[in-house]
């Protein structure tokens, strides 16, 4: 016979245990307009650089007003070169796409085996 009340004790204690050295992704949002200046495109980087290595996924944004929705392919241009920066620790999980007046990609860390 075992005392029900301990086990039950202990399988609680084990799944907390657990919980605590899980890992949640979550999905940091990077905010560019489409006349991004270098210095503020690699000052970004290195942040998405971080979450990335952190196993958090990198959201992408370029952002367009008014006669910015002339310059999209800048803003596609803007977000290829972002993935081409971090293209050791990442995969482009969706392509650069418009919805509306922004144009959003999608980065996700690499798996823990690298590529």
């Given at each position: 016979m075992l005392d029900f009340g301990k086990y039950m004790y202990k399988k609680k204690k084990k799944e907390k245990e657990a919980k605590k050295k899980q890992h949640t992704v979550q999905v940091k949002e990077l905010r560019f307009r489409p006349n991004t200046d270098d210095h503020d495109l690699n000052f970004k980087t290195r942040h998405a650089r971080g979450f990335l290595e952190d196993g958090d996924k990198v959201k992408?944004?370029?952002?367009?007003?008014?006669?910015?929705?002339?310059?999209?392919?800048?803003?596609?241009?803007?977000?290829?070169?972002?993935?081409?920066?971090?293209?050791?620790?990442?995969?482009?999980?969706?392509?650069?796409?418009?919805?509306?007046?922004?144009m959003i990609m999608m980065l996700a860390p690499t798996g823990k085996g690298g590529s």
């Open positions: 992408a944004t370029v952002q367009f007003r008014g006669r910015d929705m002339l310059y999209t392919d800048r803003g596609k241009e803007l977000l290829m070169d972002l993935a081409e920066e971090l293209s050791d620790i990442s995969d482009i999980e969706t392509k650069p796409n418009m919805e509306g007046r922004r």
